[in-house]
C-alpha cells in the first residue's frame, strides 16, 4: 500500500518520508512478531522419551539392504513406555549400530534376529569382567538375539556363526570399552547347540526429567 501510495502525494519529499517511515514500522513489527514466536517455541519443553527404540529404528533402517538380501526375520520385543537411560544418545547410537553391525555380518541367510528391550531392578550387587550391577538400582537391558541355524524339512543346517573374524571380535572388544565408561554392562553368550547368539547391554535409569527444544529455524522462517 505505501508502494502505491509513494507516488501520489503532490509533496514527492513528504511521500518519501512517508514511504521510509511506514516500511521501518513494517520492518520492526515484523521483527518484533519473529522474536515473540521464537520465544514461544524456545518456552515450551518437549519431554525426552522412546529415544532407545527411535536409535534402533534408525540403525535398523541402516543395514535393512543387508538383512533383506541375507532374508533374515526380524522380531521386536519392546517394553512399553521404555524410560531413558543416562548414556548420551551419540554414544548409544553407536553402540547400537555396533553390535547391529556384528550380528549382520555374522549372521548367515534365512537366520533369525530380534531385539528385545525392558527396564528392571537389580536384586544384589553383581561383578564381573565387564563391569558391575549395582543392588536397588534400576536399569535398561537392551539385548539383540540372533539365530543362524536354517531348518531344511526335519535337519538342521549349523552354520559357520562361531568362526568369527578377528576384526569382528576387536569391534566387540571396543563396544564393550564404551559401555563400560557409561556404567553399563555388555554380555556376550554363545550357544552353539542352538546356533545362537545373544548380547544384552545393562545401562542405568536416567532419574531426572529430561526435556528439549526444537530448533526454531523448524518454525520460523
Same mark, same amino acid.
Given at each position: 500500500?505505501?508502494?502505491?501510495?509513494?507516488?501520489?502525494?503532490?509533496d514527492e519529499e513528504f511521500g518519501g518520508f512517508?514511504?521510509?517511515?511506514?516500511?521501518?514500522?513494517?520492518?520492526?513489527?515484523?521483527?518484533?512478531?519473529?522474536?515473540?514466536?521464537?520465544?514461544?517455541?524456545?518456552?515450551?519443553?518437549?519431554?525426552?522419551?522412546?529415544?532407545?527404540?527411535?536409535?534402533?529404528?534408525? +540403525? $535398523?533402517? #541402516?543395514? %535393512?539392504?543387508?538383512?533383506?538380501? =541375507?532374508?533374515?526375520?526380524? /522380531? *521386536?520385543?519392546?517394553?512399553?513406555?521404555?524410560?531413558?537411560?543416562?548414556?548420551?544418545?551419540?554414544?548409544?547410537?553407536?553402540?547400537?549400530?555396533?553390535?547391529?553391525?556384528?550380528?549382520?555380518?555374522?549372521?548367515?541367510?534365512?537366520?533369525?534376529?530380534?531385539?528385545?528391550?525392558?527396564?528392571?531392578?537389580?536384586?544384589?550387587?553383581?561383578?564381573?569382567?565387564?563391569? +558391575? $550391577?549395582? #543392588?536397588? %538400582?534400576?536399569?535398561?537391558?537392551? =539385548?539383540?538375539?540372533?539365530? /543362524? *541355524?536354517?531348518?531344511?524339512g526335519k535337519q538342521f543346517e549349523k552354520s559357520?556363526?562361531?568362526?568369527?573374524?578377528?576384526?569382528?571380535?576387536?569391534?566387540?572388544?571396543?563396544?564393550?570399552?564404551?559401555?563400560?565408561?557409561?556404567?553399563?554392562?555388555?554380555?556376550?553368550?554363545?550357544?552353539?547347540?542352538?546356533?545362537?547368539?545373544?548380547?544384552?547391554?545393562?545401562?542405568?535409569?536416567?532419574?531426572?526429567?529430561?526435556?528439549?527444544?526444537q530448533p526454531v529455524d523448524q518454525f520460523v522462517?
Amino acid at each position: 500500500m505505501t508502494e502505491v501510495a509513494r507516488p501520489r502525494f503532490s509533496d514527492e519529499e513528504f511521500g518519501g518520508f512517508f514511504y521510509r517511515s511506514v516500511s521501518k514500522d513494517i520492518e520492526e513489527a515484523n521483527l518484533l512478531l519473529d522474536s515473540f514466536l521464537q520465544y514461544l517455541f524456545i518456552n515450551t519443553p518437549l519431554k525426552k522419551k522412546g529415544t532407545i527404540h527411535r536409535l534402533i529404528a534408525e +540403525v $535398523l533402517k #541402516k543395514y %535393512e539392504v543387508e538383512l533383506d538380501e =541375507k532374508e533374515v526375520r526380524l /522380531s *521386536k520385543k519392546y517394553e512399553k513406555d521404555l524410560p531413558e537411560t543416562i548414556v548420551p544418545d551419540e554414544l548409544l547410537r553407536y553402540i547400537l549400530d555396533s553390535i547391529l553391525q556384528y550380528a549382520v555380518s555374522t549372521i548367515t541367510p534365512g537366520g533369525d534376529m530380534e531385539f528385545s528391550t525392558r527396564s528392571s531392578r537389580s536384586q544384589k550387587d553383581v561383578s564381573a569382567r565387564q563391569g +558391575v $550391577l549395582r #543392588k536397588d %538400582e534400576r536399569y535398561i537391558k537392551i =539385548k539383540l538375539l540372533f539365530t /543362524s *541355524k536354517r531348518k531344511l524339512g526335519k535337519q538342521f543346517e549349523k552354520s559357520l556363526i562361531f568362526q568369527e573374524a578377528p576384526l569382528n571380535l576387536m569391534l566387540l572388544r571396543l563396544v564393550r570399552k564404551v559401555v563400560q565408561k557409561n556404567q553399563g554392562i555388555m554380555e556376550l553368550e554363545k550357544d552353539e547347540e542352538q546356533g545362537r547368539i545373544s548380547i544384552s547391554l545393562w545401562f542405568p535409569f536416567e532419574r531426572r526429567g529430561i526435556v528439549y527444544y526444537q530448533p526454531v529455524d523448524q518454525f520460523v522462517n
